[in-house]
C-alpha cells in the first residue's frame, strides 16, 4: 500500500500570488517540452501571448539537439539564460524539484514556482529559507489569467463579458 503525506506546508494567499505575478519581469520554464500536447507547451504559449514577460526556455535534451520551440532559443541550464530570471516554473518530477529550486537559489532568482500536482515540502521550505517566494501545485497560467479576467473553463478567453450566452440567428 502506498504511503500518504499529510501536506502541511501553506503556500501564499491569492492577493501574494498576484503581487508575485505584477513583480515577475522575465519567467524560466524548466522542463519545457516540444510536444504540443503537455502542460509545459500550453503554459508557454499562453504566457507568451498573453502575457508582457520575457520568457526563457529549459530542457537540456532539447538544447542538446540545437532545437527552437515557439520560435525560441532552449537552453540547457538556468546558468546559460542570459540573465537571471525573476521566476523559475519548475514542470519536472516531485523527487527533482530539490534540485531545481537549489539552482534557482544558487542563481538569485526571486521565486520558483511548481505546477499542478508538483509537491515537495523539502523543496518548499529550502526555497523558503534562502528567502525565495514559493508556489507548489498551482498553474501560472490559471493564476495569470484568473487574476487578468481571462480565465474560461476551458482555460481561453471567451471575449464575452456578460454571463448570458451569446445567441446567434
Not at 529559507?129 to 490559471?142: E, T, Y
Amino acid at each position: 500500500m502506498a504511503e500518504t503525506t499529510e501536506r502541511t506546508w501553506e503556500g501564499p494567499s491569492a492577493p501574494e500570488r498576484l503581487n508575485i505575478l505584477r513583480d515577475t519581469r522575465s519567467i524560466a520554464i524548466v522542463g519545457m517540452s516540444d510536444k504540443i500536447s503537455r502542460a509545459s507547451y500550453f503554459v508557454a504559449t499562453y504566457l507568451l501571448s498573453s502575457s508582457r514577460y520575457t520568457v526563457y526556455f529549459v530542457n537540456p535534451i532539447l538544447a542538446a539537439k540545437g532545437k527552437e520551440v515557439l520560435r525560441q532559443k532552449v537552453y540547457a541550464s538556468l546558468e546559460d539564460l542570459p540573465e537571471v530570471p525573476d521566476m523559475v516554473e519548475i514542470f519536472r518530477r516531485n523527487e527533482d524539484l530539490p534540485g531545481v529550486v537549489q539552482e534557482a537559489i544558487d542563481l538569485g532568482a526571486k521565486t520558483v514556482w511548481m505546477q499542478l500536482g508538483s509537491w515537495n515540502e523539502d523543496a518548499a521550505h529550502r526555497g523558503e529559507d534562502a528567502g525565495l517566494n514559493v508556489v507548489m501545485d498551482r498553474c501560472v497560467k490559471i493564476e495569470h489569467a484568473r487574476f487578468h479576467g481571462r480565465l474560461h473553463l476551458a482555460g481561453f478567453n471567451t471575449g464575452v463579458i456578460s454571463s448570458k450566452r451569446h445567441v446567434t440567428a
